[in-house]
T-cell receptor, first 112, second 114 residues
Framework: GDSVTQMEGPVTLSEEAFLTINCTYTATGYPSLFWYVQYPGEGLQLLLKATKADDKGSNKGFEATYRKETTSFHLEKGSVQVSDSAVYFCALNRNTGNQFYFGTGTSLTVIP | DAEITQSPRHKITETGRQVTLACHQTWNHNNMFWYRQDLGHGLRLIHYSYGVHDTNKGEVSDGYSVSRSNTEDLPLTLESAASSQTSVYFC?????????????FGPGTRLTVL
């Protein structure tokens, strides 16, 4: 069945470091791919998405490219800030029914 | 601004009690979803609805029920709470049924079953 595998955390980085959080997926058909972010005590917020192969989603300095050949959607940011500390979830949306499958989440802590 | 709200934000109950968690959205979205979030599992789908009077079971529906009497609300009921249902519960909504549609999440309800 459809599934998402995410890089295990937690991840701790110094401010201005480069961030990569790996995400790979298994799906039939052509899903859309998403990154959500969850700040402490809050619900999930959409960070970015890509709806077809080779699309790049970007927002707030984060970006991810939909790679069909490697079934991946890795999240990257060139220079992280303390305010980026959160849990990041990779997700896919099946072709029909708007049903999402989420990864287990990766906790990121950025230290000054 | 349109939003999705959940209440209560925190709830402590005892084993065997019936509990209802509320979810209300003002987006006028057709689709609503309930998830539970547990460490090591990410978010798992409990129930979902594509419109008034429509309900469907998700991956982990045992012990839970929902009903949809209007567009705005999808309450989640735990018929007889169990300690295994201690979790954080999130409600979400979306407009279409296509693969490109985004789901919008509420702030969550932390439920503890003693």
């Amino acid at each position: 069945g459809d599934s998402v595998t995410q890089m295990e955390g937690p991840v701790t980085l110094s401010e201005e470091a480069f961030l990569t959080i790996n995400c790979t997926y298994t799906a039939t058909g052509y899903p859309s791919l998403f990154w959500y972010v969850q700040y402490p005590g809050e619900g999930l917020q959409l960070l970015l998405k890509a709806t077809k192969a080779d699309d790049k989603g970007s927002n707030k300095g984060f970006e991810a490219t939909y790679r069909k050949e490697t079934t991946s959607f890795h999240l990257e940011k060139g220079s992280v800030q303390v305010s980026d500390s959160a849990v990041y979830f990779c997700a896919l949306n099946r072709n029909t029914g708007n049903q999402f499958y989420f990864g287990t989440g990766t906790s990121l802590t950025v230290i000054p | 601004d349109a939003e999705i709200t959940q209440s209560p934000r925190h709830k402590i109950t005892e084993t065997g009690r019936q509990v209802t968690l509320a979810c209300h959205q003002t987006w006028n979205h057709n689709n609503m979803f309930w998830y539970r979030q547990d460490l090591g599992h990410g978010l798992r789908l409990i129930h979902y609805s594509y419109g008034v009077h429509d309900t469907n079971k998700g991956e982990v529906s045992d012990g839970y029920s929902v009903s949809r009497s209007n567009t705005e609300d999808l309450p989640l009921t735990l018929e007889s709470a169990a300690s295994s249902q201690t979790s954080v519960y999130f409600c979400a909504s979306s407009d279409g049924q296509g693969s490109t549609d985004t789901q919008y999440f509420g702030p969550g309800t932390r439920l503890t079953v003693l």
